[in-house]
């Protein structure tokens, strides 16, 4: 997959490879340079950002002089990445992992407000490299840049040639430890080169937990990355993932999605990153690293259907114990730690990835009106509480709270699902989830045993659904954007997904051949027309991957299921060369767009494939 502009010195988004420890996480690119840690957790600043701009920090660990890698690939079942170069004179490979342990006391880096698990993040980047033949030069070249590249620090040595290298802006400190040899250039660059020989293992790590404490030698070093790799098999083992041929892309968005999680809240960020262009050199570029409320129910489903139970009571919890709004309701994001003021900012120091501005740090929707966030809370209750077969009574006044905000707005204009900056509309897809909100609302209040409010939320649900379907389908029978135009938007595939219709509906039906046809790219969906939809900002877009998984489940429900096949395979051809997705895939040039790895992406890939898989199981029990 290659970029549009050879001469750019940003590698395609789509190659860089994911590392986590469920506190933060890392992008490594082909060249072996770590191009974006942020420290201690996915939300803070960036240490190593020249993702978004190519002085704004960095970290390499490979061969001198060699840029293009032989391969690369994660250790199977793992966020564990192992690169083979071949040298001039020999071969090596190298292990890079954000390190996992035993849980050995309170995280002081990090502190938790959900209970303990055995295993934890260590706060360390992890490197080994070993000669696999012949021998070849290694070079360490470690560039911190603070705050999103603003300051450069000054490195400390332990001694003249020493192995431990300390510094610290503000309240970030860093250690770096090696068996290499290391020196200090220009104050702000750690630099090391030895020559290994077959057999020969090395290693550097990089600390920034309250104590520093890493590895003391290539053994431990060795021993910290097989013990994080033991972990992420032993976490993918209890899944429940069929034997199919779906299944490595359904281990792999599993992983995504965990590796995506912030295990001190239960919360899950929606990308690793910020201000990756949704248009190339475009101003669509939005901070990602924060909880969408609206991702809860998707996140919810994926995780019952791979039975990892523990992980959807956290992230349950998590939306149990966040603040609400004055009138009871939920913002539509959250930071990983809860709190509510996410205000936007942009750095106009930054280059921003292929000279995309502006870069962008906050997120200026959290304080937005979207009626569709209501629907996402109670049917994520409604999942969690049948799962569990019980429903909490800390979540009871979270449902009426939920319920009352959506009876009280529901005829009213919102932003919609895509967060649009022009002009409040009535978009369909926010009265779908109104109907939603309402609609669970009844089922859990008939759970809980109280008949009244069952009867009262339910007439609500039926009236919003009757609005819908008298004001939200154009002459055709199609579901519309919203309530004044006829134009199409793909989230009305949310009406298959959350059952507004059923199947056999000639409505939906209609809606899902309708985006098939009319609203996609060669095959792949857009979330809209931008010639046709007031959202506030200049540019195309490409197409949303989302949408098209979106699309592929739709279908499933209304009986397409060779079109939902044929573009089910469409979608794992353009996955990353680690089965990984961005939010957007650009047809014209055949690369991924947006922030990365894309939570959302993930989440729909698994929601299509459990169809996908489901149906062939019930026709292979029904022969």
């Known amino acids: 997959m290659t970029s549009n502009s050879p001469t750019s010195p940003f590698p395609p988004i789509a190659e860089y490879a994911f590392l986590s420890n469920c ?13 974006w840690l942020c420290v201690p957790r996915f939300d803070s600043p960036s240490i190593f ?7 704004a920090g960095s970290f390499r660990f490979a061969p001198y002089g060699i840029n293009v890698p032989t391969s690369r690939a994660y250790d199977p079942g793992t966020n564990v990445l192992v690169t083979t170069w071949h040298g001039v004179n020999g071969w090596v490979e190298v292990r890079d992992a954000l390190t996992m342990g035993p849980r050995t006391g309170e995280d002081d880096t990090t502190p938790h407000t959900r209970p303990p698990a055995d295993d934890d993040a260590e706060h360390l980047l992890v490197r080994t490299v070993t000669c696999l033949d012949g021998n070849v030069e290694i070079e360490l070249v470690c560039e911190p840049a603070f705050d999103y590249g603003r ?25 770096l430890h090696s068996d290499l040899a290391l020196g200090v250039e220009g104050g702000d660059s750690v630099r090391g080169r030895h020559v290994l020989s077959a057999g020969d293992t090395a290693f550097v790590t990089l600390s920034w937990a309250t104590s520093l404490d ?27 993932i069929p034997d199919h041929r779906l299944r490595p892309y359904v281990e792999r968005s599993a992983l995504a999605i965990k590796g995506l999680t912030y295990m001190p809240t239960g919360a899950t960020v929606a990308a690793l990153t910020t201000s990756l262009p949704e248009t190339p050199g475009g101003e669509r570029n939005w901070d990602y690293r924060y909880t969408w409320i609206r991702d809860s129910t998707f996140t919810l489903q994926a995780l019952h259907y791979l039975l990892l139970d523990w992980e959807a009571d956290e992230f349950m919890q998590f939306v149990a114990d966040v603040e609400p709004v004055a009138d009871g309701g939920l913002q539509i994001m959250y930071g990983i730690d809860g709190r509510r003021d996410l205000t936007e900012s942009t750095r106009d120091d930054l280059t921003g990835y292929q000279d995309a501005r502006p870069v962008r740090i906050g997120n200026g929707a959290f304080d937005q009106r979207q009626n569709d966030v209501y629907g996402s809370v109670l049917d994520s209750i409604l ?91 154009d002459g055709r029978g199609v579901l519309r954007q919203h309530y004044d135009t006829d134009a199409l938007d793909a989230s009305t595939l949310l009406a298959a997904h959350f059952g507004l219709l059923p199947g056999t509906d000639e409505r ?17 969906v ?33 009986g397409e299921e060779q079109r939902a096949l044929d573009l089910m395979e469409r979608l794992l051809r353009i996955a990353s060369p680690f089965n990984l997705y961005a939010e957007e895939f650009e047809v014209g040039a055949a690369r991924h767009l947006g922030n990365f790895p894309q939570a959302f992406s993930h989440l729909a890939l698994l929601e299509a494939s459990a169809r996908i898989i489901l149906a062939e199981r019930l026709r292979e029990m029904s022969l």
């Not at 506190?23 to 770590?34: F, I, K, R, W």
């Not at 450069?152 to 250690?175: C, E, K, Q």
């Not at 027309?529 to 998984?549: A, N, Q, V």
């Open 508 to 524: 939906l039906h209609a809606t899902v051949l309708a985006i098939a046809d009319e609203l996609s790219e060669n095959g792949f």
């Open 526 to 558: 857009l979330r809209y027309r931008t010639d046709e939809t007031d959202d506030g900002m200049s540019g195309k877009e490409g197409t949303f991957i989302i949408c098209s998984f979106w699309l592929v489940s739709a279908l499933m429900v209304v």
């Open 151 to 175: 300051t450069r620090g000054t490195w400390t040595l332990d001694a003249p040639g020493g192995s431990t290298a300390d510094i610290s802006v503000g309240d970030v400190h860093l250690r």
């Open 23 to 35: 506190h933060t996480g890392a992008l490594v690119a082909p060249d072996g340079s770590v191009d």
């Open 214 to 240: 890493g590895p003391k030698d290539a053994a431990d070093a060795v021993d910290r990355i097989s013990r994080t790799r033991d972990f992420w098999r032993r976490w993918l083992s209890r899944a429940r």
């Open 49 to 55: 950002g020249s993702l978004l701009d190519r002085g």
């Open 383 to 473: 999942l969690h509480t049948r799962r569990s077969e019980r429903l909490p009574e800390r979540l009871w006044p979270l449902v009426e709270a939920q319920a009352r905000c959506a009876s009280e707005i529901w005829r009213e204009p919102d932003q919609g699902i895509w967060e649009a900056r022009g002009k409040p509309q009535h978009y369909v897809s926010s009265k779908i989830m109104c109907w939603v909100a309402m609609d669970r609302a009844a089922r859990l209040a008939e759970i809980r045993g109280e008949p009244d409010l069952e009867a009262q939320w339910s007439a609500t649900a039926d009236e919003i659904k009757a609005d819908i379907l008298e004001h939200g389908v």
